[in-house]
Nanobody
Framework: QVQLVESGGGLVQAGDSLRLSCLAS????????MGWFRQSPGKEREFVAR????????RYAESVKGRFTISRDSAKNTVYLQMNSLKPEDTAVYYC??????????????WGQGTQVTVSS
């Protein structure tokens, strides 16, 4: 079965950078979109970025546009989220997901376990 495993989270200061990784296994992903979502305490899970596995088309939430970059390495079955100029409001659990090309949570039917990102001011 499809498995998604995130890594790379941690505690950083405002203005720092982090790179999250999502290793995908157990399926053929060429027809999938891969997305990153995040959830802060007391808030709903929200879209961050997505990329199509085949063509590399990307889409970002307005709140991260210009600071975050999503990419994929097909040879390694890995999707990355490079996060620069981090802000305290970026603090959340970040989830990797696989599904249809969309910014909607409902379009994604495979999820990782999440990785915590904490940005101190």
């Amino acid at each position: 079965q499809v498995q998604l495993v995130e890594s790379g989270g941690g505690l950083v200061q405002a203005g720092d950078s982090l790179r999250l990784s999502c290793l995908a296994s157990g399926g053929t992903f060429t027809s999938y979109a891969m997305g990153w979502f995040r959830q802060s305490p007391g808030k709903e899970r929200e879209f961050v970025a997505r990329i199509t596995w085949s063509g590399g088309s990307t889409r970002y939430a307005e709140s991260v546009k210009g600071r975050f970059t999503i990419s994929r390495d097909s040879a390694k079955n890995t999707v990355y989220l490079q996060m620069n100029s981090l802000k305290p409001e970026d603090t959340a659990v970040y989830y990797c997901a696989a599904g249809m090309v969309s910014t909607s949570l409902q379009a994604y039917n495979h999820w990782g376990q999440g990785t915590q990102v904490t940005v101190s001011s």
